[in-house]
């Protein structure tokens, strides 16, 4: 029973982490129609420069710099390379492609600058650990279910009450009617690129925290792991991206505390069992757990 408190505890702190990441495929989908496959990357920068900036300006200094530095990337790689060419309805997946190669460009780079190292971000909690009654969590577990909650009500509070969140909302639905009724497009575009940045920079952290040894060159392929969230949830959809994963949270936990039990699936299920789950879904919902079926005009 310990073990398996254990598992959830873990499996929604996971969960929430990931959000982060999938509401920044999500708003970016909504913007402008665009899969960011630039996503792990934009993380790992964010990551690196809290890496490189927290002996200097402590941790609650760089990751301040590092989520605004990583907010402002994203929303230039946007407005400078995705924002370019033809604005016609297949311009969307030429700009989904674009975002390999850009993920290409910055992931080489930045491999470059961190080699084999495991870097620390000089996060405030370390391997400190808290006992729940029979359950003991580490203390970055608890600080990620916590900040994320917070992080995502600001989202849902933008989305729902501020001029951006309408902006976005109305583009979501219609993109030519909401340019009809005065929407600038540009600008919703460039601010969804920002926040989904801004949030990866923030899930950075908690990747690379206790339990995790540190930042390393892969840490940005984990953030890839939240992709099948936003999937699963509807790529439109906010909540779903939540819903999925909170999903793929517990189900990659409860897959890892329970590996002996499924030793006949291999080694390494845990790693794919997030896409196993999206796959199982999407094979009843198409649309994902939240989509909805799009009307076409013949």
């Given at each position: 029973?310990?073990?398996?408190?254990?598992?959830?505890?873990?499996?929604?702190?996971?969960?929430?982490?990931?959000?982060?990441?999938?509401?920044?495929?999500?708003?970016?989908?909504?913007?402008?129609?665009?899969?960011?496959?630039?996503?792990?990357?934009?993380?790992?920068?964010?990551?690196?420069?809290?890496?490189?900036?927290?002996?200097?300006?402590?941790?609650?200094?760089?990751?301040?710099?590092?989520?605004?530095?990583?907010?402002?990337?994203?929303?230039?790689?946007?407005?400078?390379?995705?924002?370019?060419?033809?604005?016609?309805?297949?311009?969307?997946?030429?700009?989904?492609?674009?975002?390999?190669?850009?993920?290409?460009?910055?992931?080489?780079?930045?491999?470059?600058?961190?080699?084999?190292?495991?870097?620390?971000?000089?996060?405030?909690?370390?391997?400190?650990?808290?006992?729940?009654?029979?359950?003991?969590?580490?203390?970055?577990?608890?600080?990620?279910?916590?900040?994320?909650?917070?992080?995502?009500?600001?989202?849902?509070?933008?989305?729902?009450?501020?001029?951006?969140?309408?902006?976005?909302?109305?583009?979501?639905?219609?993109?030519?009617?909401?340019a009809l009724m005065g929407?600038?497009?540009?600008?919703?575009?460039?601010?969804?690129?920002?926040?989904?940045?801004?949030?990866?920079a923030l899930a950075a952290?908690?990747?690379?925290?206790?339990?995790?040894?540190?930042?390393?060159?892969?840490?940005?392929?984990?953030?890839?792991?939240?992709?099948?969230?936003?999937?699963?949830g509807g790529m439109a959809?906010?909540?779903?991206?939540?819903?999925?994963?909170?999903?793929?949270?517990?189900?990659?936990?409860?897959?890892?505390?329970?590996?002996?039990?499924?030793?006949?699936?291999?080694?390494?299920?845990?790693?794919?069992?997030?896409?196993?789950?999206?796959?199982?879904?999407?094979?009843?919902?198409?649309?994902?757990?939240?989509?909805?079926?799009?009307?076409?005009?013949?």
């Amino acid at each position: 029973m310990t073990g398996l408190l254990d598992d959830l505890l873990g499996g929604l702190a996971l969960g929430a982490v990931y959000a982060l990441v999938a509401l920044g495929f999500v708003v970016i989908f909504k913007a402008s129609g665009v899969l960011s496959f630039a996503h792990g990357s934009l993380l790992l920068f964010g990551g690196y420069l809290i890496a490189v900036l927290h002996d200097d300006l402590g941790f609650a200094g760089a990751l301040a710099v590092a989520v605004l530095a990583t907010a402002l990337l994203s929303g230039a790689l946007d407005r400078l390379l995705l924002q370019r060419g033809d604005p016609g309805p297949g311009a969307a997946h030429v700009r989904t492609i674009v975002t390999i190669g850009i993920d290409i460009v910055l992931l080489t780079e930045l491999s470059r600058r961190i080699g084999g190292d495991l870097l620390p971000l000089g996060d405030p909690w370390g391997d400190a650990v808290t006992g729940l009654g029979p359950v003991t969590v580490a203390d970055s577990r608890l600080a990620a279910i916590v900040v994320s909650a917070v992080a995502i009500a600001s989202v849902f509070a933008l989305f729902r009450y501020t001029r951006w969140g309408l902006s976005l909302r109305a583009a979501g639905e219609d993109v030519e009617a909401a340019a009809l009724m005065g929407v600038r497009l540009s600008r919703v575009r460039t601010l969804a690129w920002c926040l989904a940045g801004g949030l990866a920079a923030l899930a950075a952290v908690f990747l690379a925290a206790f339990p995790a040894p540190g930042l390393e060159r892969t840490t940005g392929q984990i953030a890839l792991k939240a992709f099948p969230a936003a999937v699963l949830g509807g790529m439109a959809s906010p909540v779903g991206a939540l819903a999925g994963s909170l999903l793929i949270g517990l189900t990659e936990a409860l897959v890892a505390g329970h590996q002996s039990e499924l030793s006949l699936l291999g080694e390494g299920f845990g790693d794919v069992a997030p896409y196993a789950v999206m796959v199982l879904v999407l094979l009843v919902r198409p649309t994902g757990l939240f989509g909805t079926r799009g009307a076409a005009r013949v």
